[in-house]
């Protein structure tokens, strides 16, 4: 069974940088990169929404509201996501979770962006 495990949130002030991680358990680290990861946020009495993808080639695609903020990446070999966040905003305030494809959620981590 795959579990998703994140850390790295908290309170910060706005214009500051957070680098969030997701730890996956139950997967061969040869078979990490398969499937696709990423982050999503949900702000109070918002939805869910997408943040950050990475593909299983690679390939990343963002909100258009984090565009050239944050960077998602992952260490395949440590079986790793991280979502670094840059130029923070009131508005980014939500709980993040980690997602891999096609139905696997971490349990979330707080980012609270205020001064």
């Known amino acids: 069974q795959v579990q998703l495990v994140e850390s790295g949130g908290g309170l910060v002030q706005p214009g500051g940088s957070l680098r969030l991680s997701c730890a996956a358990s139950?997967?061969?680290?040869?078979?990490?990169?398969?499937?696709?990861m990423g982050w999503y946020r949900q702000a109070p009495g918002k939805a869910r929404d997408v943040v950050a993808i990475i593909t299983s080639s690679g390939g990343t695609s963002y909100a258009d509201s984090v565009k050239g903020r944050f960077t998602v990446s992952r260490d395949s070999a440590k079986k790793m996501v991280y979502l670094r966040m840059n130029s923070l905003k009131p508005e980014d305030t939500a709980v993040y979770y980690c997602?891999?494809?096609?139905?696997?959620w971490g349990q979330g981590t707080q980012v609270t962006v205020s001064s």
């Open positions: 997602y891999r494809a096609p139905s696997y």
């Open positions: 139950g997967v061969d680290f040869r078979l990490f990169s398969i499937n696709a």
